[in-house]
């Protein structure tokens, strides 16, 4: 472990990123691929595919937040996945109840190789807009090496 003249435990290079969503709305049943990088350690989140590709083998966690639009009244159950490489690996839904913005939230822990990649695939958004993605301030992905 290394430790900084303050009294920090610093872990140079370790794989961590924080994206949201500026380009445009996104319509139900495909990749939601963040554009726009707050933060991208190592350069392993590709803003062209929307894949965090893993450095090194170890325990990553992430995290996405992600919000429908308010296009549409009617009741329905809407839902995103994460996916690790080609299978989807948990699914995210919430209850969407009228015409209004319906965030979907989830977390997990994976265990991932070196070159496996994470990904988010939105599903039924519950509106005939699809999903928020203009403002990036409405949604977010993350992701970084816990070891």
Same mark, same amino acid.
């Given at each position: 472990?290394?430790?900084?003249?303050?009294?920090?435990? &610093?872990?140079?290079?370790?794989? +961590?990123?924080?994206? +949201?969503?500026?380009? $445009?709305?996104?319509?139900?049943?495909?990749?939601?691929?963040?554009?726009?990088?707050?933060?991208?350690?190592?350069?392993?989140?590709?803003?062209?595919?929307?894949?965090?590709?893993?450095?090194?083998?170890?325990?990553?966690?992430?995290? +996405?937040?992600?919000?429908?639009?308010?296009?549409?009244?009617?009741?329905?159950?809407?839902?995103?996945?994460?996916?690790?490489?080609?299978?989807?690996?948990?699914?995210?839904?919430?209850?969407?109840?009228?015409?209004?913005?319906?965030?979907?939230?989830?977390?997990? &822990?994976?265990?991932?190789?070196?070159?496996?990649?994470?990904?988010?695939?939105? $599903?039924?958004?519950?509106?005939?807009?699809?999903?928020?993605?203009?403002?990036?301030?409405?949604?977010?992905?993350?992701?970084?090496?816990? $070891?």
């Amino acid at each position: 472990v290394k430790v900084n003249k303050n009294g920090q435990v &610093v872990m140079p290079e370790q794989p +961590a990123f924080n994206v +949201a969503k500026n380009n $445009g709305y996104v319509q139900d049943n495909n990749w939601w691929i963040p554009d726009y990088v707050v933060r991208n350690v190592g350069s392993h989140y590709s803003t062209s595919t929307g894949r965090f590709t893993a450095p090194v083998a170890g325990t990553y966690f992430f995290s +996405a937040s992600i919000m429908t639009h308010d296009s549409s009244n009617s009741a329905s159950q809407v839902e995103w996945k994460f996916y690790k490489n080609t299978s989807a690996v948990k699914t995210f839904i919430q209850h969407k109840t009228g015409d209004y913005h319906t965030r979907v939230d989830g977390s997990m &822990v994976l265990e991932l190789d070196v070159n496996d990649y994470v990904r988010i695939y939105v $599903g039924n958004s519950g509106t005939s807009s699809g999903w928020a993605g203009s403002q990036q301030e409405q949604n977010n992905f993350c992701g970084f090496l816990i $070891g």
